[in-house]
């Protein structure tokens, strides 16, 4: 299996709901990297919680999702990770969402050797309509 990152942007997070998303990740990645742009201290300092992660990021300010991101790719990239995947602080993956990317991807770079990047659908549990 190749080597895998993932990166989570947290800003002024529920600190349960991102402990949940760090502990869905942690077994499924080789690197768990928590960018923190404020607000997640306190978190990242619970024994339980840095426990899963590889790297915390505390970038003392919210410098935006690009920059955070961009810091994140830049550990990721260091540790040897071949896929990256990003979340957000209220992410919710399904459990096998990573190696089912994984395995997405590699399909469709053997029909196209142009992809460079997939991702899920996308829904916000906030709206009504799928």
Do not use: W
Not at 24 to 35: G, K, N, T, Y
Not at 57 to 72: E, H, I, K, T, V
Not at 92 to 112: G, H
């Amino acid at each position: 299996m190749p080597k895998t990152a993932a990166v989570v942007v947290a800003f002024r997070p529920n600190n349960a709901v991102l402990k949940s998303l760090l502990e869905m990740l942690a077994p499924q990645v080789d690197s768990l990297i928590l960018v923190d742009n404020g607000g997640a201290e306190v978190l990242a300092n619970d024994p339980q919680v840095s426990a899963l992660l590889t790297h915390y990021l505390p970038l003392g300010d919210n410098y935006g999702l690009g920059y955070a991101l961009n810091r994140g790719f830049a550990v990721a990239s260091a540790d040897g990770a071949e896929y990256v995947f990003t979340f957000d602080q209220d992410s919710d993956p399904a459990p096998d969402l990573l190696s089912r990317l994984v395995q997405a991807f590699l399909l469709l770079k053997a029909r196209d050797s142009q992809c460079a990047a997939i991702g899920p659908v996308f829904y916000d549990m906030r709206q009504t309509e799928k």
